[in-house]
């Protein structure tokens, strides 16, 4: 997703330089995009302005984080906008703000597509004078930019969203594999979900699109959402609000995503019986 995005950035105007450790990813967003492939993590933090990062965990991101800091102009921005974990965000930017770096976490819903087209959601976390720094990076890349609140809050949002998406596709593909064995159509079936109080995200936007037409290709893989279901149920542990529908999600989820193995997308846990 960080290369539709990046694409968004340049095509507003901006300059920016991308870094991967995998060389294929560089070569592509170069080829692609038209972009500047920087072959290390030095030569793309050094004279930025601000620095974006999108990556797989929160502990990824305090890695790449403490690994550029040697690197980084006085007072340059840093905005985490991958989903990570809310508390860790929360020390992470303490500890860069006392030194002298503003940050942001503003992780993003809407997957590749709305990536690609500039229209993702954006929860923004963090100081109102850094948020207004890097806010037309943001708007080139999403319509919708929240101000969720302090530090830590935009990943505290992201993972909370996406629990809820993941308990309605989970509810969702359950229904129809019951309606199935009963011997109602899965398509009248969403169709009615669709007219009626059991619409949702999954049911809109991704039964027929990705489920029932077996293609499986939202974008989003099934180990990130297990990743984000587990950071919501976690959060909820960690500050005394128990979370039962959350932490059942958790489990099934984890154990999708270790069934499906790595890659796969997360409209696979629709898969059902017949493909077992």
């Known amino acids: 997703i960080g290369q539709p995005m990046a694409?968004?950035?340049?095509?507003?105007?901006?300059?920016?330089s991308g870094f991967d450790n995998t060389?294929?990813?560089?070569?592509?967003?170069?080829a692609e995009n038209g972009g500047t492939a920087?072959?290390?993590?030095?030569?793309?933090?050094?004279?930025?302005?601000?620095?974006?990062?999108?990556?797989?965990?929160?502990?990824?991101?305090?890695?790449?984080?403490?690994?550029?800091?040697?690197?980084?102009?006085?007072?340059?921005?840093?905005?985490?906008?991958?989903?990570?974990e809310p508390i860790a965000t929360r020390k992470l930017g303490q500890?860069?703000?006392?030194?002298?770096f503003a940050f942001v976490d503003a992780p993003v819903s809407g997957g590749v597509k709305r990536a690609m087209d500039g229209t993702l959601a954006i929860m923004a976390g963090g100081a109102d004078a850094a948020i207004d720094r890097v806010e037309p990076?943001?708007?080139?890349?999403?319509r919708s930019i929240f101000r969720t609140g302090?530090?830590?809050?935009g990943h505290a949002m992201k993972a909370l969203n996406n629990y809820v998406s993941a308990a309605g596709l989970t509810a969702a593909v359950e229904a129809l594999a019951v309606g199935e064995k009963f011997g109602l159509d899965p398509n009248v079936?969403?169709?009615?979900?669709?007219?009626?109080?059991?619409?949702?995200?999954?049911?809109?936007?991704?039964?027929?699109?990705?489920?029932l037409s077996r293609t499986f290709a939202s974008g989003f893989s099934a180990a990130l959402m297990a990743k984000d279901?587990?950071?919501?149920?976690?959060?909820?542990?960690?500050?005394?609000?128990?979370?039962?529908?959350?932490?059942?999600?958790?489990v099934l989820w984890g154990e999708a995503a270790a069934h499906l193995g790595p890659g796969a997308d997360h409209t696979e846990y629709g898969r059902g019986n017949s493909d077992e």
């Open 7 to 16: 694409a968004r950035l340049m095509a507003a105007g901006f300059r920016v």
């Open 23 to 30: 060389a294929s990813v560089r070569e592509r967003f170069q």
């Open 38 to 84: 920087v072959s290390s993590l030095e030569a793309a933090v050094s004279s930025a302005a601000a620095v974006i990062t999108m990556l797989p965990t929160g502990k990824i991101v305090g890695a790449v984080v403490e690994a550029m800091r040697p690197h980084l102009r006085s007072g340059t921005v840093i905005v985490d906008m991958s989903s990570s």
């Open 95 to 100: 500890e860069l703000v006392a030194v002298g």
């Open 137 to 142: 990076l943001l708007k080139a890349m999403g």
């Open 150 to 153: 302090p530090v830590g809050s």
């Open 189 to 211: 079936m969403t169709d009615v979900l669709n007219a009626s109080s059991g619409r949702n995200n999954t049911t809109e936007n991704k039964l027929k699109q990705f489920i």
């Open 229 to 250: 279901v587990r950071t919501a149920d976690e959060l909820g542990a960690a500050i005394g609000v128990a979370t039962p529908l959350a932490e059942a999600c958790a």
